[in-house]
């Protein structure tokens, strides 16, 4: 049988070794999941709320450990894999706690054709939710689809990134000890190959994080059974700093922002764009600070390895890219580039058509620009194929310029703050996605709309009946001119 062997990016140590499961074992444990997720909505909002704050409760008590299993398999540092896994359990105590609310059976205003009848509306689950994860955050990303899909009542089957199988492993593994019975969530590993698969099976919603491009392979494979989609996928996040912004703030938050994951975040700070009376003593304090920061292996670096030899590829070219067509590295560069590591490197004067301002980098770079105007710092911020988060440092305008980022998420004299913050919908547009994961919009991702109607007396106007009479239609004429005739 095929395995994926899981290897530590830094060392070469191995972590695991996992079956891969082919296009017949996806199906089986997807039909395994339909019987499971029938078991699992049967069981009401109560229990699934009882069942996920006990995995949310063993998560907490083991977090240390898989903050372990993060560091061996993507040699992000320790204290990243804590700051992951945290903002993993604020999703699934959210979830949890509000499905009841967010997707229970409610009444809702009724309205003059049918005022004899009640509304009712309720969410209802799809049955089995496939989850597809990348390798960057690997308990953060999928988690904020498979908590939310758990606690809206289905089955998930979630197919890890080959490169971290050991970390979907756990995820299931720990929830299988809270949830022993029905395999409401199972995990299947393999390559790009089981993904697609999995979007084959049969699931009734498909939810994707990952590059843009596989996003669009996922749509694709998707249309053919009509299999609805939520899409995660790439960004090519800026901050904006106007000149009345505390600037040692804003820059201690843009060097977390862009080198945080050796900046391996979709909703990393790739761009800066900065007003031009403050912009010397910005990027002075952000390349001191970045110069400090520390790269290795033994999990107490700031920076920890590129995760995959073909992002580090990607990384290089982007700035060789950058350099070749005249811009300049006031820190690190060409020599940045030490496999399997990238050290800091901040560009300036960068041309407007190089990679590293178009294209998602998705390594430790950071593209720092000055600007003349708040206009010109969204007119650049925006133009982008992206559309996934952001962030403006200010005071007076900077609510407004969030405002206008063309983005599904945008933080204010902070970043990245929106990946704590489970209350909130995550996503983005253009480029970065369909759809939105967290918050209620995220509950009701994985749940349908229904409508029923009760009928409790008779017609108050008979219309939709062959037995209506010419005055019953006069009466309709009469109620409406009543109600919506008049100018407003
Ligand atoms: P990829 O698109 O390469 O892979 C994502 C997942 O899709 C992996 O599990 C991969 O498997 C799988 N896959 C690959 N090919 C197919 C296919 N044809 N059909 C179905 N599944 C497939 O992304 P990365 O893992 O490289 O992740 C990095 C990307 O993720 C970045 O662009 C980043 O911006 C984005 N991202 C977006 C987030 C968001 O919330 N918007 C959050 C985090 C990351 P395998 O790895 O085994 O090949």
Known sequence: MDEVVSRNPATGAEVGRFPVADAAAVTAAVDRAR????????????????????????????????????????GKPIAEGIIETAAAIGDIDWAARHARRVLAPRRVRRV??????????????????????????????????????????????????????????????????????????????????????????????????GS?????????????TLTPVVLEAGGKDAMIVDTDADLDAAAEACVWGAFTNAGQTCVGIERAYVAAEIYDEFLSKVVA???????????????????????????????????????KAVLGGREAVRPPYVHPTILVDVPPDALAAREETFGPTLVVQRVASMAEALRLANDTRYGLGGAVFGKRQAISVARALRSGMATVNDVLSFAGMSSLPWGGLGASGIGRLRGDDGLREFAHAKSIVVRRAPSVLRSRTFERTERDIARVVAAYRLRYGRRP
């Open 35 to 74: 019987a499971a997720g029938r078991w699992w909505a049967g069981l009401g909002f109560g229990a699934r709320r009882r069942h996920l704050l006990h995995w949310r409760a063993l998560v907490t008590r083991r977090m240390t450990e898989l903050a372990e299993v993060l560091h061996a398999e993507t």
């Open 112 to 209: 003059l054709p049918v005022a004899e009848a009640s509304a009712h509306l309720e969410y209802r689950p799809y049955g089995v939710v496939g989850v597809i994860g990348p390798w960057n955050y690997p308990v953060f990303t999928p988690l904020g689809s498979i908590a939310y899909a758990l606690a809206a009542g289905n089955a998930v089957v979630h197919k890890p990134s080959e490169h971290t199988p050991a970390v979907g492993q756990w995820l299931a593994d720990t929830f299988a000890e809270v949830v022993s019975g029905p395999p409401v969530f199972q995990v299947v590993h393999g390559t790009g190959e089981t993904g697609a698969a999995l979007c084959r099976s049969g699931v009734d919603k498909l939810s994707f994080t």
């Open 212 to 224: 843009t491009t596989t996003a669009k392979q996922v749509m694709a494979a998707c249309a053919d």
């Open 289 to 327: 600070r970045a110069a400090a920061l520390t790269v290795g292996a033994d999990g107490t670096a700031d920076l920890g390895p590129i995760i995959t030899p073909a992002q580090l590829a990607v990384v290089q070219r982007h700035i060789e890219d950058a350099l070749d067509r005249g811009a």
